[in-house]
């Protein structure tokens, strides 16, 4: 005849199940955006930048300002002024080209060769900021924030 010990709580189990999540979730999302702007940055190009390369050659007729605007507002919480500006640098860097008489942009071929070594850096960026973390690990953890942005009103899923 085996016994089983009661479950006994883990007190760091204890301890982290009592930390307030708006602090943890708020110090990950500045630390972890911080490491991405500064991998960036040393390629010579802004996050805003690089949401607008992806999404503009993804569309196969290109986009609009306003088409970007409705993509991209929800990630920038400088709004507008900071799309346009990223917009306007990559037509300045001849990254995009536009607009063109319907207001379109699309990607040069110098745009995707940009995007292609950003794509490098990010591959990397993923991998230190997932380093000794699992995927099952890492999917509990995007499913527990999900979860949390569903309960507290918000969308909690990400669109592709």
Not at 37 to 47: G, L, S, Y
Not at 92 to 112: E, I, K, S, Y
Not at 131 to 152: H, K, P, S
């Amino acid at each position: 005849m085996t016994t089983t010990k009661p479950d006994i709580p883990n007190p760091d189990t204890a301890n982290l199940a009592g930390q307030p999540i708006g602090y943890w979730s708020w110090v990950a999302n500045k630390a972890v955006i911080r490491h991405i702007r500064a991998a960036m940055a040393q390629v010579d190009i802004t996050q805003p930048q690089w949401w607008i390369l992806n999404r503009v050659e993804a569309a196969t007729d290109g986009l609009t300002r306003q088409e970007l605007h409705g993509l991209l507002a929800t990630f920038l919480d400088e709004g507008r002024d900071s799309i346009d500006l990223a917009l306007d640098s990559l037509v300045a860097r001849a990254w995009v080209t536009g607009p063109d008489d319907a207001g379109r942009f699309r990607l040069t071929d110098a745009g995707r060769a940009a995007k292609e070594r950003t794509k490098e850096v990010v591959v990397r960026v993923r991998g230190e900021i997932h380093d000794g973390i699992g995927d099952e690990e890492y999917a509990t953890v995007v499913r527990v924030l999900q979860r949390m942005v569903e309960n507290t009103g918000g969308i909690g899923a990400l669109s592709s």
